[in-house]
């Protein structure tokens, strides 16, 4: 089994979507823990990486540069179904991922349950919150130019600059799996929703025993030999 570590950094705001409003406030709210910290949620990130690994299939086909099986089955990239599963399938996917928290997650909570004991009048939830994320307002323009009438929409967004770290587990260490698992990160650019209105723009680095991944003398190979 291999152990990597993913780490995102948001270059931009960013609406990590729970699907879920706040109350009467808020049409659109990101995903958070019982403090108040925002975090990226597993599936998210894996259908994220899925659909950043069948892109690099895809432009690497096109460029006819090889790096690992580019062969297909049912229209879909085999190594990509193999990597990350299918649906319908039964046995389980060899890649295993966590739920993606800010960094030193461990002692900001530890922090965060000592003051929210002893000082709950100025450390509370909703305050921890404020902290990591902020409100947005968002209105539909019409034909002439103007806002659309009740199109008014409040968002609430995790604030540029948060990095999130998470853990990936490969139970089969096969060397393509690895290599797709970088650029599918390499790859990934935009992350949560609204990405076409400005948010989520994010960068990945992936880590293996606190040292970088890199394959890009490979993708420079299959260039040259273009």
Same mark, same amino acid.
């Given at each position: 089994m /291999?152990?990597?570590k993913?780490k995102i950094s948001?270059l931009s705001?960013?609406?990590?979507g =729970?699907g879920e409003g706040?109350g009467?406030?808020i049409?659109?709210d990101?995903?958070?823990?019982?403090?108040g910290?925002?975090?990226?949620? #597993?599936k998210r990130i894996?259908?994220?990486l899925r659909d =950043?690994?069948?892109e690099v @299939?895809?432009?690497?086909s096109? =460029?006819?540069?090889?790096?690992?099986?580019?062969?297909k089955?049912n229209n879909s990239?085999?190594?990509? %179904? #193999?990597?990350?599963? !299918?649906?319908? +399938?039964?046995?389980?996917?060899?890649?295993r991922?966590?739920?993606?928290?800010?960094t030193e997650?461990? %002692?900001?909570t +530890?922090?965060?349950g000592y003051l929210?004991? !002893?000082?709950?009048?100025f450390?509370?939830?909703e305050?921890?919150? %404020?902290y990591?994320?902020?409100? /947005?307002? +968002?209105?539909?323009i019409?034909?002439?130019?103007l806002? /659309?009438?009740g199109?008014?929409?409040?968002?609430?967004v995790?604030?540029k600059g948060? &990095?999130f770290i998470g853990?990936?587990? *490969?139970?089969n &260490?096969? +060397?393509?799996?690895i290599?797709l698992?970088f650029?599918? #990160?390499?790859n990934l650019r935009?992350?949560?929703t !609204?990405?076409?209105r400005?948010f989520?723009?994010?960068e @990945?680095?992936?880590? &293996?025993? %606190? /040292? &970088? *991944? #890199?394959?890009m003398?490979e993708l420079?190979?299959?260039l @040259?030999?273009q």
């Amino acid at each position: 089994m /291999k152990k990597f570590k993913l780490k995102i950094s948001l270059l931009s705001s960013c609406i990590i979507g =729970s699907g879920e409003g706040f109350g009467a406030l808020i049409d659109s709210d990101i995903v958070f823990d019982s403090y108040g910290i925002p975090y990226i949620p #597993s599936k998210r990130i894996k259908g994220c990486l899925r659909d =950043s690994a069948t892109e690099v @299939c895809e432009i690497l086909s096109l =460029s006819g540069i090889e790096i690992f099986d580019l062969s297909k089955e049912n229209n879909s990239f085999r190594i990509v %179904n #193999s990597l990350f599963g !299918k649906p319908g +399938q039964t046995n389980p996917s060899p890649i295993r991922i966590s739920n993606l928290y800010i960094t030193e997650y461990d %002692n900001l909570t +530890q922090w965060l349950g000592y003051l929210f004991d !002893k000082y709950n009048k100025f450390f509370y939830t909703e305050a921890v919150r %404020n902290y990591f994320t902020k409100i /947005k307002h +968002q209105t539909a323009i019409d034909e002439n130019g103007l806002a /659309k009438e009740g199109s008014l929409r409040t968002i609430r967004v995790a604030v540029k600059g948060l &990095e999130f770290i998470g853990e990936i587990e *490969l139970l089969n &260490e096969d +060397q393509d799996f690895i290599k797709l698992l970088f650029f599918a #990160s390499k790859n990934l650019r935009r992350f949560g929703t !609204k990405r076409t209105r400005g948010f989520g723009e994010i960068e @990945c680095h992936l880590f &293996e025993d %606190n /040292k &970088e *991944l #890199s394959f890009m003398d490979e993708l420079e190979v299959g260039l @040259c030999k273009q």
